[in-house]
């Protein structure tokens, strides 16, 4: 059971970025998943959560009308669209698998399942 995140890279403020979570021995239609990232010194930080089969997503406020998560079930994928970049979205990011969003991003501690992070650095 695997989680691989990927898609990061530098982009300078006000770029955009796409990152993929790909599952791999897990079908991730069945689950909730969120996307983290955590940058150094920080504790890690809930961005968005998408509930299985694409019933609703919810996003943190800081990044709400910027970032949107989407699934592709024939590819076993889920996407984080990260549009309008600032310098204070620098971090890794990381996607991970829960039964549910329970109402919200969550916390990371509900999560199960965990992909390796995709650095993502943003330039002022």
């Known amino acids: 059971v695997q989680l691989q995140a990927s898609g990061g890279g530098l982009v300078q403020a006000g770029g955009s970025l796409r990152l993929s979570c790909v599952g791999s021995?897990?079908?991730?239609?069945?689950?909730?998943i969120g996307w983290f990232r955590q940058a150094p010194g920080k504790e890690r930080e809930g961005v968005s959560c998408?509930?299985?089969?694409?019933?609703?997503?919810y996003y943190a406020d800081s990044v709400k009308g910027r970032f949107t998560t989407s699934r592709d079930s024939a590819k076993n994928t889920v996407y984080l669209q990260m549009n309008s970049l600032k310098a204070e979205d620098t971090a890794n990011y990381y996607c991970?698998?829960?039964?549910?969003?329970?109402?919200?991003?969550?916390?990371?501690?509900?999560?199960?399942?965990w992909g390796q992070g995709t650095l993502v650095t943003v330039s002022s």
């Open positions: 998408i509930k299985a089969w694409g019933g609703g997503t």
């Open positions: 991970a698998a829960a039964g549910d969003c329970y109402g919200g991003v969550g916390h990371y501690t509900q999560y199960d399942h």
């Open positions: 021995g897990l079908t991730l239609d069945y689950y909730a």
